[in-house]
């Protein structure tokens, strides 16, 4: 089968002898610390079951009150490069261990999961043709879909593949994922002659059964994390987390109220996220990531990454922040702007910072022993690109994972980060 990107895999071949050569290389695991100045995670020791319950409540933040933290929405899509381009010039250098692109064997993992999962999911034809085509279905359809899903499970069942553990792992979580699927149709089923809609549990659970078969690990519940701005706790507990071995945030995801959604998917559009989410959500989203900025896997590099689920299509986030920015929120919090303190732009925050440098920008993280990170300057191909300032949250447009054409485009990045998040587990 061709991927279209010049790896050809036998997909006949899947259930062939076990072989070693494609589990994903230990690495020595990267010790990592903290500065004092992040969120802490579960309840706080003072807390009563109520203050408990207050502080899990995360305050409605706007994108007026977000703004006057300097922080802001670009006003078009960014493509999966971009996200990529976090890590590219680090080589691996970085905390997490993330490595852009895989090589040898772990590319090779890749396609394979890539073409293997592609196959599984076409084969049973439990999808939507056409995004737009979901409101009309009709009650056989549903029905219809809810037998192809056991089909699929039962066809599952009887094609393990045996070839690699992460191969298998991804298989199983496949069957989940149709187990899930099977749920969600009984729910369209049992409401299809009723005004309710299905529920925002029902879709976060969907969401993160298919996020399972990308190697990831989500959890829900209530974890949550806190920061202090302005002496005054913030706290946060999204809908999902998506973690590596040490339960450090890969990504924190918002899943939206369906009587919410109001975003326009017509692919036609040009797609502005300013203009498609309501200002609530984009502040609430734009608040869970400046919270757990201190709790992602990708301190060093001064990101956060995230995802916002509209039912089963999926907007992926990341907030670039440098960590100068990071402190003057704490201290100041949203007078920042109206005080004139900025956040360091792109250029500046992304080159090597001597400990004494930032001593004297009055941010000292020495205890925090994070890998510094030298990025060279943009290549020639790059040179047309517009620098972001300190407190960016660049996006992808909006993708539907049971749309096939739209699943095949964030494959490549899921099974990526699923793939380096498992190298030192």
């Not at 207050?54 to 994108?63: A, D, E």
């Not at 409401?191 to 298919?210: G, I, M, P, R, W």
């Not at 996020?211 to 002496?231: A, D, N, Y």
């Not at 995802?307 to 440098?322: G, N």
């Amino acid at each position: 089968m061709d991927t279209g990107s010049g790896y050809t895999t036998d997909t006949s071949s899947i259930s062939t002898e076990p072989s070693e050569k494609m589990k994903v290389k230990q690495r020595p695991r990267k010790k990592r610390q903290r500065s004092p100045a992040g969120p802490s995670w579960g309840p706080l020791e003072s807390d009563t079951e109520e203050d408990w319950k207050l502080r899990s409540v995360s305050t409605i933040w706007t994108m007026s009150k977000i703004k006057d933290c300097g922080l802001h929405y670009e006003n078009k899509t960014s493509p999966f490069s971009d996200f990529y381009d976090v890590f590219k010039a680090c080589d691996g250098n970085n905390d997490s261990g993330f490595i852009f692109p895989l090589e040898g064997e772990e590319k090779t993992l890749l396609e394979t999961l890539v073409d293997q999962t592609n196959l599984m999911i076409d084969q049973y034809g439990v999808e939507r043709e056409d995004p737009m085509m979901w409101s009309s279905k009709t009650l056989f359809n549903w029905v219809r879909l809810k037998k192809n899903c056991k089909e699929a499970v039962k066809n599952l069942t009887q094609n393990i593949p045996t070839r690699n553990p992460l191969l298998q792992e991804s298989h199983f979580a496949l069957k989940k994922f149709y187990h899930a699927m099977n749920d969600h149709f009984q729910e369209r089923i049992e409401n299809y002659n009723s005004s309710a809609e299905v529920t925002k549990e029902c879709y976060t659970d969907l969401l993160s059964n298919f996020l399972e078969v990308f190697l990831l690990t989500p959890r829900r519940g209530m974890r949550k994390s806190v920061l202090e701005i302005t002496g005054k706790t913030e706290s946060s507990v999204p809908d999902l987390r998506l973690t590596n071995d040490t339960s450090m945030n890969l990504f924190v995801i918002e899943v939206v109220e369906v009587k919410n959604v109001q975003c326009n998917l017509d692919e036609s559009v040009s797609f502005d996220i300013n203009k498609e989410l309501n200002d609530r959500l984009l502040g609430q989203h734009a608040r869970e990531l400046l919270i757990n900025y201190q709790k992602t896997s990708f301190g060093d590099l001064e990101a956060a990454l995230g995802i916002i689920c509209m039912q089963t299509s999926i907007i992926f986030t990341c907030l670039k922040m440098s960590l100068v920015h990071y402190a003057n929120i704490q201290q100041y919090g949203t007078d920042l702007v109206s005080r004139e303190i900025r956040g360091n732009d792109m250029a500046y925050m992304l080159k090597d910072k001597s400990d004494e440098r930032e001593e004297e920008e009055g941010f000292n993280y020495k205890k925090s022993k994070r890998r510094k990170v030298v990025l060279e300057q943009a290549t020639e191909d790059e040179t047309d690109k517009e620098a972001r300032n300190s407190g960016t949250i660049f996006y992808t447009k909006p993708y539907n994972y049971l749309v096939s054409k739209d699943r095949r485009q964030i494959m490549n990045f899921l099974f990526w980060i699923g793939i380096n998040s498992r190298r030192n587990f």
